[in-house]
């Protein structure tokens, strides 16, 4: 055990010294770590963010289902039941006639022409059924449930998923697709950039120190002990690459918000992501730390099976 120790020590300290030795060879490295791990943490940051916008907008927006005046208590509650039942349907509220009669009241109550049109016959609006949606992106479960035959012939007209309304729910539900792949694409392409430059860069280093290794490998020392070296420095490289994108992700929420309150803009996404990121500072921090850590050790692990046991043979 204490043997084991022992190795394990002089490896971790010859990875540091390797580190300090190469320093300028793995500013590369470094760099395009920090870059990844950046867009990591920026992405995750802007889609929870993104995602609390789209659910604001989403609690927002509802499905209107206009009943004639003709369906019965009974043909009124199986369909509330049956909507009640959808897979998408988080909420369903029934509005009376005169519910929405009285909410076309108080919101009309400075525009005498409406008001008036109203007063001079029975109350022409209909009962409504309103429906939140779980999903802005199932929408169209929804509506193909009310163009039914059968449903459809209870409606005195469209749902008010249609028209306008419906392009512009579409477009919102597009945009947020289209802005999550995006931040997916990001982080794995430069993740691949990151493996293959520390992968270039522990290559170089095993070219270097061919000589070394190969001495090291007539004295009988082990794969592991001469890989483990090459490990911790890549290690290394991802925590500090880590630290330092959390660093500048702070400091540009630190001068969004000196810009925001000098200019009296107010953004809600950058408050609510300067507001995610302190509350999920150390989680966030951790999960930076995982990432480098792993594409560091994994970059690492794989050059050196490549390379390592060919230049220490050549």
Same mark, same amino acid.
């Given at each position: 055990m204490k043997r084991k120790f022992v190795t394990f020590s002089r490896i971790i300290s010859t990875g540091v010294v390797n580190f300090v030795r190469n320093a300028w060879l793995a500013v590369a490295a470094m760099a395009v770590m920090v870059v990844t791990l950046t867009i990591v943490l920026f992405s995750l940051i802007?889609?929870? %963010? $993104?995602?609390? =916008? &789209?659910?604001?907008?989403?609690?927002?927006?509802?499905?209107?289902?206009?009943?004639?005046?003709?369906?019965?208590?009974?043909?009124?509650? +199986? #369909? #509330?039941?049956?909507?009640?039942?959808?897979?998408?349907?988080?909420?369903?509220? @029934?509005?009376? +006639?005169?519910e929405v009669l009285q909410r076309y009241l108080k919101d009309n109550? =400075?525009?005498?022409? /409406?008001?008036?049109?109203?007063?001079?016959?029975?109350?022409?609006?209909?009962? %409504?059924?309103?429906?939140?949606?779980?999903? /802005?992106?199932? /929408?169209?479960? &929804?509506?193909? @449930?009310?163009?039914?035959p059968d449903i459809a012939a209870l409606l005195s007209d469209e749902v008010s998923y249609s028209g306008d309304r419906k392009e512009a729910i579409d477009k919102i539900s597009h945009a947020t697709n289209i802005l999550q792949r995006a931040g997916v694409i990001a982080v794995l392409v430069f993740a691949i950039i990151s493996v293959l430059i520390i992968f270039n860069t522990i290559q170089m280093a095993i070219f270097n120190r061919r000589d070394e290794l190969t001495i090291m490998r007539l004295l009988g020392a082990s794969t592991g002990y001469i890989r483990g070296p090459f490990v911790v420095e890549s290690i &290394? @490289?991802? &925590?500090?690459?880590? /630290?330092?994108?959390?660093? #500048?992700?702070?400091? #540009? $929420?630190?001068?969004a918000h000196s810009t925001l309150e000098a200019s009296s803009l107010g953004l809600l996404d950058i408050q609510y992501s300067a507001e995610y990121f302190k509350a999920h500072f150390w989680s966030l921090l951790l999960m930076q730390l995982g990432v480098g850590i792993l594409i560091g050790a994994v970059s690492s692990v794989v050059a050196t099976r490549r390379y390592l046991k060919f230049k220490t043979h050549k």
């Open positions: 802007a889609n929870a %963010t $993104f995602a609390n =916008t &789209i659910q604001q907008i989403t609690d927002k927006i509802d499905i209107s289902a206009f009943l004639k005046d003709e369906v019965t208590p009974e043909q009124r509650s +199986k #369909l #509330l039941a049956d909507v009640r039942a959808l897979p998408n349907v988080e909420r369903v509220t @029934y509005v009376s +006639k005169e109550a =400075t525009n005498p022409e /409406l008001m008036s049109a109203v007063s001079q016959t029975d109350n022409p609006l209909p009962a %409504t059924v309103q429906i939140k949606p779980r999903d /802005l992106n199932r /929408l169209e479960e &929804i509506r193909t @449930y009310f163009s039914k &290394i @490289y991802g &925590i500090l690459s880590a /630290l330092i994108s959390v660093f #500048l992700i702070r400091s #540009l $929420f630190v001068a």
